[in-house]
C-alpha cells in the first residue's frame, strides 16, 4: 500500500514560516512513520539565485526599516494577493511548481507562507486537482493568507479563527490547532544533563533569543542585562548572525564566565528547560515554543504588523510583558532569584498552557485530513 505523502511550502522571509513547516512534518512522523513528508521553500528551490536576493532585501528592509514593513502590513490588512500579484509571481518564481507537484504526486500540500499559499491557490483555479491547507503562523489573520480554494485553514488560536471569518473564509474551513512546535519540545529534558552538555552552571538563567536572522545587538536593554552577570547566567542565540556574534564577542560586556553566546543552534528546546525567564522578539513559532515549556517571555522590539499582534495574544494571555524599561529588566532579575516564586510562576504558565494548547493536536488534524 502507498504511503501517504504530504508537501509543506515555504518561504524564507524569516525563519518561522518554514521552521513551523519542519516542526508539523517531525510531528507527523512522530505521530503516524509511515507518513512521507517534504520541506521546500520554492522560491529558493525554482530560483536559486533570485530567491536569495529577495529575502536578503526583505531582511535589511526590516533591520533597517521596521515601520515601513508595518505600514506595508496594515495598508494591505485586508486584501488577498490580488490576481496580478498571483500571476506575477507565478511566471516570476513558480513556472515549475505544477511540475515539482506532479512529480512528488503528494496527497496533500501544506503552505506555511502566504506566497506559495497564493500560487497554489491559482493552480488550483487553472485545473490542479490537488487537497490544499494553510498553516498561519502567527497570532494574527492577514489577508493575503486567504484564497478560496484552501480545503483548511489551520489557525493558532480562537481570535485568528475569528479573524479568518470576517475576511469571508467559512467557519467549516477553519480549525484551532495552535502553531506545531518540533516534538523536541513535547517533553522536558533533564535539567542536569543539558547544564552539562553546555558546560552551564546551576544558576538562574536568562535565554535570549533574536531570532533566526540573530536582530539584536543594537537593544541597549540587552546589554544593561549583564549587569547582572555574576548572579544570573545569560545565553544569548544570535542565530546565523555571524557579525553580531563578532560584535557581542569584542565588548567586554559580554565577556564573562557567567554569558554564552551561541551561534545557531538545534537544541533551543533543551536551553529552554533550564532557562527561568526567555527573552525573545516575538515571532509566532519562538513564542509558542516558550509557551509550550510554560516559560515566562519578555518581548522586546516587536516588528510593525504581525510581531506586534503575537506580543499582544501573550501578553492579553499572562505569558509574558513588554522589555520596555531597566524597570523590567531589574524585576526579572531580582525574581528569578528567588527559586521558590520561580517555580511557582512557571508551574502556573504550565497549567495555564495545558488549558489553552497540546503541540499534538496540529499534527493530528492533518492526520485526519488525510484519512
Known sequence: MRKKRVLLLSEG?????????????????????????????LGNFLNPVLGPLIISAYRKTVSSQPKMVG????????????????????????????????????????????????????????????????????????GSWVNQEVN????????????????GVPESRIDVTGIPVHPHFWKAHDKAEVRQHFGLKSLPTVLIMGGGWGLMYEDSLLEYMTKWREHIQFIFCV?????????????????????????????????????????????GMTCTEGMSKGIPMLFYEPIPGQEEENCEYFI????????????????WMAAIQQIDESSRYRQTLLDKRNEQYNPTTCPKAVLQLLQ
Not at 13 to 32: E, I, N, P, Y
Not at 153 to 163: E, M
Open 316 to 331: 492579553r494571555n499572562g505569558f509574558g510583558e513588554m522589555l520596555e524599561k531597566t524597570e523590567t529588566v531589574d524585576k
Open 152 to 167: 483548511k485553514f489551520l489557525v493558532s488560536s480562537a481570535l485568528v479563527k475569528d479573524k479568518l471569518i470576517n475576511h
Open 13 to 41: 522571509f524569516g525563519s518561522g514560516h518554514t521552521q513551523a513547516a519542519h516542526a508539523l512534518a517531525a510531528g507527523m512522523r512522530q505521530l503516524s512513520p509511515d507518513i512521507q513528508t517534504r520541506v521546500m521553500e
Open 239 to 283: 542565530g546565523n548572525n555571524d557579525k553580531v556574534k563578532e560584535k557581542m564577542l569584542s565588548n567586554s560586556n559580554f565577556q564573562h564566565e557567567n554569558i554564552r553566546i551561541l551561534g545557531f543552534t538545534k537544541e533551543v528546546s533543551k536551553l529552554m528547560d533550564v532557562a527561568d525567564v526567555l527573552v525573545t522578539k516575538p515571532g
Open 71 to 142: 505600514l506595508m502590513y496594515r495598508s494591505n490588512y485586508k486584501k488577498s494577493l490580488n490576481r496580478f500579484a498571483q500571476l506575477a509571481l507565478h511566471r516570476v518564481f513558480y513556472t515549475h511548481t505544477s511540475q515539482v507537484i506532479a512529480q512528488l504526486k503528494p496527497d496533500l500540500v501544506i503552505c506555511t507562507h502566504p506566497v506559495p499559499n497564493a500560487v497554489v491557490s491559482r493552480l488550483k483555479r487553472l485545473g490542479l486537482h490537488i487537497k490544499l491547507c494553510t498553516l498561519i503562523t502567527d497570532y494574527d489573520a492577514h
